[in-house]
């Protein structure tokens, strides 16, 4: 007679044991699942941080075999802003007067002629890119040797002004810098001619110059090092 009831107490038991266990086991699992999801995402953050060492590498890379093309002693400065005014095409630095730097030194990275200094704080500048209008730099055709002044048109494009009708120019052609103003070393990269037009009531060429430095992903820079040109010049003329 008590048999079926020790059976039913007997399963009855035997099911809360079993659901006891596949709980604790459930537990045991999810803890692990959690302790190796934690696993996984310091694996992929440090991954992470492990490419972005490998590609500033490549770039501080870049820009010492660009230093070591040009004879002038140079700071490597990293971009930490950009002009919060957004009137000019400028960037912020994190090297100044303590750096040794001064007013309109020629700034560089390994792609070629990124601006100058324009104003110094003991522990940071601004540049005045290229890419400004109010930027101006006296630039040669490598090939033909032809002149110009490279002035900023757009964040993408210059333009070169003052190139003769008769001047030898054509789509392909790279500027670089003609060492006169005494801003910026002869033959540093500018730019890649993009356009040639000629429209006969102007009296110059229309030349637009694609930059080749990149200035939406600039993130370093060289300051060559050298004395401020203007005062050069105007001690010279005294």
């Known amino acids: 007679m008590t048999a079926p009831v020790q059976m039913f107490i007997a399963k009855t038991v035997d099911a809360i044991e079993g659901f006891w ?7 045991d699992l999810h803890n692990e699942n959690a302790s190796l999801i934690k696993e996984i995402q ?5 991954n992470d941080r492990y490419r972005e060492l490998v590609t500033v590498n490549q770039r501080l890379q870049e820009l010492l075999q660009f230093k070591a093309t040009v004879q002038w002693p140079a700071v490597a400065a990293q971009v930490i802003g950009q002009d919060p005014t957004g009137w000019f095409e400028s960037i912020i630095i994190d090297k100044g ?3 040794g730097l001064r007013l309109n030194m020629p700034v560089v990275n390994a792609q070629g002629v990124v601006g100058q200094l324009v104003s110094l704080a003991p522990n940071y500048s601004k540049i005045l890119l290229i890419i400004d209008q109010n930027s101006a730099v006296d630039c040669v055709v490598q090939r033909s040797r032809e002149k ?3 002035k900023g048109l757009s964040r993408k ?3 070169m002004h003052y190139v003769v009708k008769t001047g030898d120019v054509v789509v392909g052609d790279i500027v670089v810098t003609s060492g006169v103003g005494g801003v910026y070393p002869k033959g540093l990269p ?6 040639v037009s000629e429209d006969p009531w102007e009296m110059f060429k229309g030349v637009k110059v694609r930059p080749l430095v990149d200035f939406a992903k600039l993130e370093e820079v060289l300051v060559l090092i050298r004395e401020d040109p203007l005062s050069s010049q105007a001690s010279f003329k005294e």
């Open 190 to 195: 500018v730019g890649e001619v993009i356009e």
């Open 42 to 46: 310091a694996l992929r953050m440090q």
């Open 97 to 99: 007067r303590g750096s």
């Open 148 to 150: 110009g002044i490279v």
């Open 21 to 27: 266990l596949k709980y604790f086991n459930f537990v």
């Open 157 to 159: 494009v210059c333009k």
